[in-house]
């Protein structure tokens, strides 16, 4: 298991004046703002993509019944959906995808405001969707596409006979993914009652969504993750983190809450 907290140091990193660092400063920045200029163009490529109606008859299941693909849009013509990782039978969603579902919550009023919803999508069953979404504390709209076919028509969820044979088609790909679930992130367009997928994204294609990571990418040790078994390795459930749980330890043995018989 990776650590939880890194211990690298940085050594015999160069030191330089004031004058020399403000140089160097000036040229990475004419370098970020190429990647800006870049990123913007790529961003309106993926905006110019064609689209794919939807003939598919999606029905889902939510806290508030079933809903369809088209009623996921709510009052709003764009939808982004992200695909968390949590199978039938889970005990848990999976850390990465938790970690990516910390940054949804404070994104989505602003999303409404630009004519977009936003829904995540697992194949676990309701239940399981609802217990571990208040186990984590979130607000977000989530709802189980257990028993239809849109996760493996969106290439997040596999067979087991496409594990066992090695032929999972995954990030528009077949390869060796070793799990049914996968993570990912797609978009529809509704226009005159009209569904269309617009665009998907799966593995560093989520990145962009990471803004903790966008965070780490500032400092000087970075991600700090050479050397681990994979790159998202020492992510926890923000509720299992030794600091976390010590911490919740504690406030429950000193509140009301923390007394048995208000459990």
Known sequence: MAELTAKNTIEDHQVVSSGEWLAAR?????????????????SELRRELPWVK?????????????????DLFGSKSQLIIYHFMFGPGWEEGCPSCSFLADHFEGSLVHLANRDVSFVAISRAPLAQIEAFKKRMGWGFKWVSSFGNDFNHDYNVSFTKDEIAQHQTYYNYQT?????????????????AGNLFHTYSTYGRGLDILLGAYNYLDLVPKGRDEDGLDFSMSWVRH??????????????????????????
């Open 175 to 191: 390869q060796d993914f070793p799990r049914e679930e996968a993570p990912g992130a797609s978009v529809f367009y509704k226009n």
């Open 54 to 70: 939807v003939d598919n008859h999606y029905v889902f299941e939510g806290p508030s019944g079933k809903e369809t693909l088209g």
């Open 26 to 42: 000036k040229e990475l920045l004419r370098k970020e703002k190429e990647f800006t200029r870049q990123r913007d163009q790529l």
């Open 238 to 263: 923000h509720d299992r983190y030794p600091e976390e749980k010590a911490a919740a330890q504690q406030a429950g043995a000193s509140s009301c809450c923390g007394n048995e018989g208000h459990r």
